[in-house]
């Protein structure tokens, strides 16, 4: 029977703690986070690649500490005002000055400072002797790619928001077949969703294959 298609539904991302998937693959950044305000000089860096979560947990963080979300590409140094910073993709350029500045406002009472990046600290251009002591001596924790159970939980999640429900048996099918990435688990859903036959393994088979010949969708 096929399955009946919904009208364009596209979900939003949702940044809520209760959304946050755990497991042993971002264990260590959690703990790091609600560490907080206990961090090294009042900063620290969440290291990662694209798509294992490191906006979600700064965004955790963010609301927990009412944390003033500065724009790297023009961050206003004087608007915090004795509240902690979140700054974001600080490896993709951020002012020296403005930067060091930030640094050293961390350390002040109410202070703090996390940046998300996808490259250590030590690999940040910069123009300032200062700024490049202070980087090398930032704390940093990384989110190590997801493991099996943070990739299931996030295709759990990703259904879930499109209220989808999957058959059982194609989470381990997925598990062991698609790419290990978040931005993989959220193309495939999609591409999942935007179909109209049932949601079977046969399905994703074809889709993890990119090609549709021969496959009998209906099996599952």
């Not at 939003?12 to 959690?30: Q, T, W």
């Not at 965004?59 to 509240?83: F, K, N, Y």
């Not at 928001?161 to 698609?178: F, N």
């Amino acid at each position: 029977m096929a399955r009946q298609q919904r009208l364009g539904f596209r979900p939003r991302p949702g940044y809520a703690a209760e959304d946050f998937v755990m497991g042993s693959s971002n264990a260590e950044a959690l703990a790091a986070i609600h560490a907080w305000p206990n961090w090294h000089a009042g900063c620290l860096v969440l290291l990662g690649s694209e798509g294992v979560g490191k906006t979600h947990l700064a965004r955790i963080w963010a609301d927990a500490s009412h944390a003033m979300h500065l724009d790297r590409r023009a961050p206003d140094v004087a608007a915090p005002q004795g509240r902690p910073v979140l700054l974001e993709d600080a490896d993709q350029g951020v002012d020296d000055e403005a930067l060091f500045h930030l640094i050293n406002l961390a350390a002040q009472d109410g202070g703090g400072l996390l940046i998300t990046a996808r490259e250590p600290p030590r690999a940040w251009a910069c123009s300032l002797p200062d700024l490049h002591s202070r980087l090398a001596a930032l704390q940093v924790v990384t989110i190590e790619a997801p493991d099996d159970e943070v990739l299931e939980g996030a295709l759990r999640k990703l259904f879930r928001e499109r209220s989808i429900r999957a058959p059982r048996d194609l989470y381990p099918y997925l598990l062991t077949r698609m790419e290990r990435s978040i931005p993989a688990a959220q193309d495939l859903v999609r591409r999942l969703d935007e179909d109209s036959r049932p949601i079977t393994r046969s399905l994703a088979k074809a889709l993890l294959d990119d090609g549709m010949e021969n496959i009998d969708l209906f099996e599952g």
